[in-house]
């Protein structure tokens, strides 16, 4: 059903951690509808409800702790994937500032633990090591980060963030180095930077979309933190294409794609929080209502925006929902699930209307 990608990961072993989470739960559909034999490793089902289960995702995996090295090393030599995309991670800003030492080891820890399982196991060709757009070193200078811009991290996530990256350009460096690609190893590992992902099956806490669903399918209005942030809104398909083509010519064998890449909107789509939410109150009806949240909250940057130049020019990567659309997408998906339709079918559905979109 869907062609896109289809040449490169049919009949291929794949693993993912993280796979039981919102982006990992989307992307095992994809790869599953693309035939590749796709493998998991997850601590848990990370939210109730869940995408991984309302979508009737079953696939072969192992329950562990990411930062068992012992564990995935075991688990990578077994399935001796040909790719591996790190998807696993403490993934919310206001979570790390409640609990800074387990978002470090799990994001930190975890990115080590898997690119040392990787190093243990030579049958794997590519990794795609997930992180965030909030690994810059934000300075509220209103300007989209390249990725050659320096790493930062005000808050303990995006700090962790950005010292997984640190660990993969390391592991890169000193192990799966593209200049002995072929000769001292057969190894390719990228990392993939992408803007604030929205789509159906996002069930977290304290993230601003699924914040916004619950209340209104509640009849109450939700409660705004930061109503004028600018944020690089896509829907989690986006990003999901620029990996599976990223992993497609790191199993190419193109060693000049081993570096780090952002997955962002166009320019136009970087938008206010309050833009979302007015879009979002539209689209889904009269029941839904926000107020503004004047209380004092944890620091949170104010602009935030990609520079994709490089996944443009060099993967021939582009968005192609915009930020309306994207929201439109998760309404029809969040009231497909509330009138308890098919939910892998609707998932299936939009994936296939996004490759559309592409090969439009």
Known sequence: MVKRFSKAYTGKKVLITGNTGFKGSWLTLWLKSLGASVYGYSLDIPTLPSL?????????????????????????????????????????????????????????????AVLEAVRHCPAVRAVVMITTDKVYENQELNKPFKETDPLGGYDPYSASKAAAEIVITSYRSAYFNGAHYGQKH???????????????????????VPDCLRAF???????????????????????????????????????????????????????PVKWVVNCLTEKWGPDARFKIDHRKHPH??????????????????????????????????????????????VCLGQIKEYVEACAK
């Not at 057969?186 to 929205?198: C, E, F, K, P, Y």
């Not at 294409?241 to 997955?263: T, V």
């Not at 192609?320 to 308890?340: D, L, P």
Request: glycine content about 6%; proline content about 5%.
């Open 52 to 112: 991984y289960k309302i979508a009737r995702i079953n696939i072969p995996m192992v329950w562990g702790d990411v930062v068992d090295v012992s564990k995935i090393t075991q688990v990578v030599k077994r399935v001796k994937p040909d790719i591996v995309f790190h998807l696993a991670a403490q993934p919310l800003v206001r979570a790390s500032y409640r609990d800074p030492i387990e978002t470090h080891q799990v994001n930190v820890i975890g990115s080590a």
């Open 217 to 271: 399918q509640a009849g109450t209005p939700v409660s705004i933190r930061n109503p004028q942030a600018v944020r690089p809104w896509q829907h989690v398909l986006e990003p999901l294409a620029g990996y599976l083509q990223l992993g497609e010519r790191l199993l190419r064998g193109d060693a000049e794609c081993a570096s780090a890449w952002n997955f962002g909107p166009k320019a136009r789509d970087a938008r």
């Open 186 to 208: 057969r190894t390719l590992i990228a990392s993939a930077r992408a803007g604030n992902v929205i789509g159906g099956g996002d069930f977290a806490e304290d993230r601003l």
């Open 300 to 345: 949170e940057t104010n602009y935030l925006r990609l520079n994709i130049a490089k996944a443009e020019e060099l993967l021939a990567w582009s968005p192609r929902w915009s930020s309306e659309t994207a929201v439109e997408k998760v309404v029809y998906f969040h009231k497909a699930w509330k009138n308890k339709e098919d939910m892998r079918k």
